[in-house]
């Protein structure tokens, strides 16, 4: 299977566990990312708060690259993914956009790496490629916002209780755990400009996967995977509770299933601790 493919600019940085984990599970599955030639940041969470016109045409540049090669393209990132959805409208609306051709035919798909995986790849061939299953974890899966709503620009067909990436877990043997926080916003890049706002909702999402009975957290967000895996320790300071809980990558656990061996350098770059879990179930 072939598609095109749009890292964004975390997956070679601050995500690069996310990045490598995708490229190699994408290699297990037989699945050739084509990388899209001369992509450009999509403008994430910056440019739609300084121009709209800059935040819909930084995204529907790499749409007009998408649209030459023709084949559907597939994102990691969840702010790409919305920023990339949110341009597909205004161009499939015959928007306007200076330095963006009016030639835009938009016969491709653009699919987040979780719907993809679920969706395209499909539970036969992730089961054929099985070496270890899950099921000594008892885990949440976090989608986050921007996978999700508004629908009319995701096109998300469950928008407040997606299951692409709960299906994705339990083909793997894991014990997903139903809870109602799975969409819940984590503060995104209010992390940065109020802490004190982004810290109240990161708790409360780590608060409630305790609850529901969940020992880690999955999910397809570089954002939101930083906020609740780099904030544990801090939040354990301020509030003098105790959190620990690995949060990982859907690919980084699909990577251990499929027993790729560069899953242990991933898993070391966390900030919190996530080998300690996985040799306690047997996973590494």
Known sequence: MKVSYYPGCSLSGTAREYGESVEAVCRRLEVELHELTNWSCCGSSSAHV????????????????????????????????????????????????????????????IKHIVDFLWEDVGEGALKEKVKKQLGGLNLVCYYGCLTARPPKVTDAKRPEDPQAMDYLMKSLGA??????????????????????????????ILDMALEAGADCVVTGCPMCYSNLDRMQKQISKETGEKYNIPIFYLTELLGVSLGEPSAKRWLRRHFTDATLLLRRVGLT
């Not at 559907?72 to 956009?97: N, S, T």
């Not at 014990?175 to 995104?188: E, F, M, Q, R």
């Open 50 to 109: 300084t121009n709209d016109m800059l935040a819909v045409a930084l995204a529907a540049r790499n749409l007009e690259i998408a649209d030459r090669v023709g084949m559907d393209l597939v994102v990691p990132c969840a702010a790409c993914y919305h920023r990339l959805k949110v341009a597909e409208k205004e161009l499939l609306a015959g928007k306007q956009i200076e330095g963006i051709s009016d030639i835009y035919k938009g016969d491709f798909r």
């Open 175 to 204: 014990n997903v755990k139903s809870w109602s926080y799975k969409t819940a916003c984590c503060g995104g890049n209010l992390i940065l400009t109020r802490p004190d706002i982004a810290i109240r909702l990161i708790q409360k």
